[in-house]
């Protein structure tokens, strides 16, 4: 159902990469302008799939394993995606374009962890499922 604690877990980490990216830079450049996702392709077409893996996450809630299979694609896209972000604050922080991290580099880890939360207790309700039917 869409009241679950899974379901709240999906929309905050539907939240943090959806909604949260659009008003959070992830960098500021050496001449004090923001830069945000939507500045470089790859970054947008990665937070758009993360999104959109979330909003089929929550839309299928009463199919629990394939709700279960898209939690893990999306942490593993999530995780693609802070690599990337570190990479590039790395191997740019000596440089003239980086001069400061911004909050947006770390709202991948705040996806990954509500996506485990949420991963948890969809293996709770499939666990409490089965011995429920195993009593039939």
Known sequence: MIQRIQTV???????ATGILMLFVPLWTTSAGKPFFFMQDQLYA???????????VSIISFKKRQ?????????????????????YRSLNLSGGTEVSEKGIGMFM?????????LAN?????????VKSVDRLR
């Open 108 to 116: 991948p880890i705040v996806a990954i962890v509500l996506l485990v």
């Open 66 to 86: 394939n709700q279960f299979v898209l939690n893990r694609l999306n942490i593993i896209l999530n995780l693609i995606l802070l690599g990337l972000f570190v």
């Open 45 to 55: 077409v990665l937070l758009g799939l993360t999104t959109m893996l979330s909003i």
């Open 120 to 128: 948890k207790a969809i293996k709770k309700d499939e666990d409490l």
């Open 9 to 15: 877990y999906l929309f905050l980490a539907f939240a």
